[in-house]
């Protein structure tokens, strides 16, 4: 079945450690999103990309770093700058022409230790 | 600035009637509508969608709804069955610079009870 992964489910993070969320998908979509949601908000666009080796920032990208190597793949680092990374981690890709529907993982909590 | 709006934290509806969502944007450059379910601790899933040259768009028990005078769509649907509550999104869409970027609203929290 196609789809979205994204690992590890539960992350947590010590003070001034960077940690990466794993997002890979193998539904063949060129755009890929990095979303972060916070209790009582809509979800809040921190990277995304539209191809291989290109991401432009969202609204929220302060703190965050990510990478576009492969098609599949868009990894995001949460870095010691980002001074309130508790949240849960929501990861979407979709096709990249025409307007189309978001498909998601099933999300990463991280939470400080 | 929010620019999509779910002005409705929670709703309760009995079952076996209509459920109606509510969503208010303020960007009239956005041209897809969109409505996601999600459980928690999952991902969204995405429910029914709808392109601003339209007014009404349905799937099985789910209909959305577009009032562009009014820049407000809503989701109904009919009949709700207890495996209906979950959190509702809407979501637009508006294709920027040449890439798609969505906003989302914060959410309904739609409770059917049995």
């Known amino acids: 079945d196609g789809g979205i992964t994204q690992s590890p489910k539960y992350l947590f993070r010590k003070e001034g450690q960077n940690v990466t969320l794993s997002c890979e998908q193998n539904?063949?979509?060129?755009?890929m999103y990095w979303y972060r949601q916070d209790p009582g908000q809509g979800l809040r666009l921190i990277y995304y990309s539209q191809i291989v080796n290109d991401f432009q920032k969202g609204d929220i990208a302060e703190g965050y770093s990510v990478s576009r190597e492969k098609k599949e793949s868009f990894p995001l680092t949460v870095t010691s700058a980002q001074k309130n990374p508790t949240a849960f981690y929501l990861c979407?890709?979709?096709?990249?022409?025409?307007?189309?529907?978001?498909?998601f993982g099933d999300g990463t909590r991280l939470s400080i230790l | 600035d929010q620019q999509v709006k779910q002005n409705s934290p929670s709703l309760s509806v009995q079952e076996g009637r209509i459920s109606i969502l509510n969503c208010d944007y303020t960007?009239?450059?956005?041209?897809?509508f969109l409505w996601y379910k999600k459980y928690p601790a999952e991902g969204p899933t995405f429910l029914i969608s709808i392109s601003s040259i339209k007014d009404k768009n349905e799937d099985g028990r789910f209909t959305v709804f577009l009032n562009k005078s009014a820049k407000h769509l809503s989701l109904h649907i009919v009949p709700s069955q207890p495996g209906d509550s979950a959190v509702y999104f809407c979501?637009?869409?508006?294709?920027?610079?040449?890439?798609?970027?969505?906003?989302f609203g914060t959410g309904t929290r739609l409770k059917v009870l049995a």
């Open positions: 979407a890709s979709s096709r990249r022409t025409g307007n189309q529907p978001q498909h």
């Open positions: 539904l063949n979509h060129d755009a």
């Open positions: 960007n009239s450059m956005f041209d897809y």
């Open positions: 979501a637009a869409s508006l294709l920027t610079s040449g890439t798609y970027k969505y906003i």
